[in-house]
């Protein structure tokens, strides 16, 4: 079990969250994206994306960028977080498209943690 201390960075999060957190985070493998914890943890948009951020720059989670793409509501491929955006001409999984404009495609970050994780 890693322990992830809320430092200066995620001070908005209060005892309550913090134990939440560490229920979703209870499992190897266990998967957060932002707009989960703006339901689950009351907190604001930008405040999620703190969280997933600092998971990531932490080392605990290894934070993939999900794509998606204007054919399907899901998403049609990730590749790792911070290294920039896919390169085109893409090929959508889904359709088969080849996609040579970023306008065609939308972003998101999701949280994969490689050990369950305490929040302290
Ligand atoms: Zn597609």
Redesign the pocket.
């Known amino acids: 079990m890693n322990q992830f201390t809320c430092d200066v960075r995620l001070n908005f999060l209060d005892a309550s969250q913090k134990t939440k957190l560490s229920k979703k985070f209870r499992n190897p493998n266990s998967k957060v994206m932002p707009h989960e914890l703006v339901v689950s943890l009351r907190v604001k948009l930008p405040q999620a994306y703190a969280v997933v951020i600092a998971l990531g720059s932490s080392g605990l989670c290894s934070n993939r960028l999900l794509i998606y ?4 509501e899901a998403s ?1 491929g990730s590749i790792p977080f911070g290294i920039g955006f896919p390169t085109l001409p893409w090929i ?1 999984r ?4 080849s ?1 040579e404009d970023y306008n065609e495609m939308s972003f998101d970050v999701i949280a994969v943690a490689k050990e369950p994780i305490e929040f302290v």
Not at 69 to 72: E, G, K, T, V
């Open positions: 793409h204007n054919c399907s049609v959508c889904e359709c088969g498209e996609i």
